[in-house]
C-alpha cells in the first residue's frame, strides 16, 4: 500500500507569492493534519481534517488555510510568502479522528522563500 | 508553546551501546508517543503509551512513563548505525492536538 505521499517534494517561491501544497493520505484513511517543521526544530501543528472538516487550528495566522476533498486529499494554501515560512511542511494521516491513532506522514515538501 | 522537551539535544555512542533520550512535559496528558525521524524525511511513528501505563516495549525499544514526574524515556537496547535519527516525543490530550518537542539527534557510530 501507498503511504501518505505529498507534492511537490521541493519548492522555492519569493516573498508575497502564494503557494499549494498536496497531500494524499493512506488508502481508508479520513483525517489528515499539516505540520509546519522548521530546520532544526520539531513539529508545529498547522491544522487537522477529518471528514471534510476543519477539527482544529494551531497558532498560525490566517495567511494559511487548508481544506480536504471528499477522496480525503488535502491542501494548504499559503498566501503573502514570508521569509519566515520557509520549512518543511509534513502531512500525516491518520485512520480515525483520536488522539490514539498514530500519524503516518508524509515526506513533507521543502518550501524555500527568497 | 512546545509542550514536550526532549533532553539531551544531540547524543553521540558507539554501535552497540544503548540510548536513552528524555521527554518532559507541563500538563496532564492522556497518551505520549515516540517518533523517529531520517534527515529530510517524514516522521515515523515507534511507540505509544498511554497515561495509566509505566513502561512499554517493542523490539529493541523500551519506552517509560513517570506522570507524577511528568516525563518519559526512550531506552534503544545493542543500537546500530541505522538508528541514527531524531527522535521526537509527542504528548497528546483531549481537545488539543500532537505537540511535538524539539527532538534528540541521535548519532550512531559505526
Known amino acids: 500500500d501507498a503511504g501518505v505521499t505529498q507534492s511537490p517534494t521541493h519548492l522555492i517561491k519569493t516573498r508575497g507569492q502564494h503557494v499549494t501544497l498536496r497531500c494524499s493520505p493512506i488508502?481508508?484513511?479520513?483525517?489528515v493534519s499539516w505540520y509546519q517543521q522548521v530546520l532544526g526544530q520539531g513539529p508545529q501543528f498547522i491544522f487537522q481534517?477529518?471528514?471534510?472538516?476543519?477539527?482544529g487550528r494551531g497558532n498560525f495566522p490566517d495567511r494559511f488555510s487548508a481544506r480536504q476533498f471528499p477522496n480525503y486529499s488535502s491542501e494548504l494554501n499559503v498566501n503573502a510568502l514570508l521569509l519566515g515560512d520557509s520549512a518543511l511542511y509534513l502531512c500525516?494521516?491518520?485512520?480515525?479522528?483520536?488522539?490514539?491513532?498514530?500519524?503516518?506522514f508524509g515526506n513533507g515538501t521543502r518550501l524555500t522563500v527568497t | 508553546s512546545q509542550q514536550g522537551e526532549e533532553d539531551p539535544q544531540a547524543l553521540s555512542i558507539q554501535e552497540g551501546e544503548n540510548a536513552t533520550m528524555n521527554c518532559s512535559y507541563k500538563?496532564?496528558?492522556?497518551?505520549l508517543q515516540w517518533y523517529r525521524q531520517n534527515s529530510g524525511r517524514g516522521l515515523v511513528h515507534l511507540i505509544l503509551i498511554r497515561s495509566n501505563e509505566r513502561e512499554k516495549h517493542s523490539g529493541r525499544l523500551r519506552v517509560t512513563l513517570d506522570t507524577s514526574k511528568k516525563s518519559s524515556s526512550l531506552l534503544i537496547t545493542a543500537s546500530r548505525a541505522a538508528d541514527t535519527a531524531s527522535y521526537f516525543c509527542?504528548?497528546?490530550?483531549?481537545?488539543?492536538?500532537?505537540?511535538f518537542g524539539p527532538g534528540t539527534r541521535l548519532s550512531v557510530l559505526p
Open positions: 500525516a494521516s491518520s485512520l480515525i479522528f483520536s488522539i490514539s491513532s498514530p500519524l503516518h
Open positions: 488508502s481508508g484513511h479520513k483525517s
Open positions: 481534517y477529518y471528514e471534510k472538516e476543519e477539527r
Open positions: 500538563t496532564s496528558i492522556n497518551n
Open positions: 509527542a504528548t497528546v490530550n483531549y481537545g488539543q492536538n500532537f505537540v
